[in-house]
């Protein structure tokens, strides 16, 4: 077996690969990719969408890095950092889109093509989206470079990031194929949600840790970036950086080009069982408990409270965008907590949240969480099944706001409230019980009525779209609403933060405004009128 494969390695045209067949794949899986979500037509506006949304981040942080252009060791460990970041986010969030549905591709296995060939085709479409995704990042930080140091060190970090970028895909796909093949699907569900949040908390932590420590970027041998630095260009001589990197190296080459080819039409079958197996999932723990009850009366709330559980229990789309998002608002307010920057509002003062380091975090705690809350209302907009959505249609509503209701509350009760209950844990570390109670409560009240007002701003029914990425405006609109929401926040806890009772009446406000506005106005309608039909008379019995 390893010397068929060795000779494969040494030969371009392998007897098992049909290269114009690998072709033919890869443009139809990029004409699946950039088609229109509705007419079907190629849209090369969304590879555009990704070129602006890494290209102008990247500048951003390039406009950051301006003062330290001339120390290219600090640009590349912080463009790095960036890039360790991006590449998780984007193999995470847009894994399905990475991978394609079986659904979606299940025409191109019915190609007759070998196995080696669909996987060649795969590896080189995911190959082509990393590289638009990476160059993209990697070109501002290369200008940066080489305006203080040259074109020789320009083409250096821009070569370094598109490699890291790269090959943090390489190891996130890794690892998620890796759990697909041995786990089974009742343990592969939980897990894999599991190891796909971890890797992005994991990389969100660290790259903020390192950004407010500035003597990490010399002595930091467990962040991934300090391992490029040190291993392939600043070191001087073999150490164990370089051995390390060649090391993952070798294993990716022995994943990607042994293990793997073999096993990628398993692979795609146990992701298509696995959602078949997703399709009739245990209804347990779906319908409202007696307190959901009392707060979701409308029969419309309540099915879409049901049908958003499920989807969060059993939906991939749904479970990759919502789950990550979560833990990505916990991850940067513990980070918060670690650095000391979430302390007590009525001891330090919350009118000092500008101006004193005790509390500077606080602003932009809530800036995450009001992004975060946003993308999770967004997130159960889109389903794979979005061809159903005209049941919605049938039933007797003036718009699908109630549907959203319902929706919004299932998010509330599911997601929002344990991740501010695991806030309030991580605050109590740090002040009284509380004290962190009325601070997590506060974060928890003004994401309830966001999310609740974004709701009600969609007329259509929820899971009615396709579910293909963002849109430019459903990218930046949560951003750009977060941070005005989070200063008018911002103020109101400074009012409401001056005593303990007049923090609770602001909750209790809050909390009474986000009712009124999931009662008002009423969203049903008159009941359908039937047609009259003229009936003949009937005639007399003889």
Known sequence: MLRRYLHTAATLDHPMIDWNQVRALVGAQLRLDLRHPKTGALR????????????????????????????IETVLFVGLSFACVLAAFAVVGTYDELMGRPADHAWALTLPASEATHYVARLVNIGLLVAVMSVSTALPLAWLAGTANGIGEALAVGGLVVG?????TLVVLAVIWGLTLGLSHRVLKPVLTAVRAGLVGALVLGYQWVGTQPQLTSD???????????GLWL??????????????????????????????????????DGEQAQSDPSASGLAPNRLERLLVRAPESRAAFGFTVA????????????????????VFAAFGWWTGGLGDLFVHGAENVLTDPSVQMHLSVLVVLLFSAQTLVQSVQFSAHERAAWVFDTLPMRSGRGLQIGAQSALLFRVLVPLHLALWVVLSLAMPLGHAALHAGFWLALC?????????????????????????????????????????????????FASVPSAVLMLIGIGLLHSALGRAPSLRRAAPTLPEWNAPPVPAEV
């Open 44 to 71: 090369t506006s969304r590879a555009l969408l990704t070129v602006v949304s890494y290209g102008l981040s990247s500048f951003i942080l390039a406009l950051s890095l301006r003062p330290h252009a001339a120390d």
């Open 164 to 168: 890291t970028m790269v090959g943090v």
């Open 311 to 330: 989807a969060l229990r059993s939906d991939a789309l749904v479970r990759g965008r919502v789950w990550p998002a979560a833990l990505l608002a916990f």
């Open 220 to 230: 930091a041998p467990w962040w991934p970036p300090r391992w490029v630095i040190d």
């Open 448 to 496: 309830a009525l966001v999310t609740r007002a974004q709701a009600l701003f969609y007329g259509q029914p929820p899971f009615s779209r396709r579910s293909d990425r963002f849109s430019m405006a459903e990218r930046f609109v949560p951003l750009l609403v977060a941070v005005p929401a989070s200063l008018l926040g911002l103020l109101l806890q400074t009012v409401a």
């Open 235 to 272: 070191s001087d001589g073999i150490g164990g950086a370089t051995l390390g990197l060649a090391a993952l190296g070798l294993g990716l080459a022995v994943c990607f080009g042994f293990v793997f080819p073999d096993r990628y039409f398993a692979l795609l079958q146990r992701m298509a």
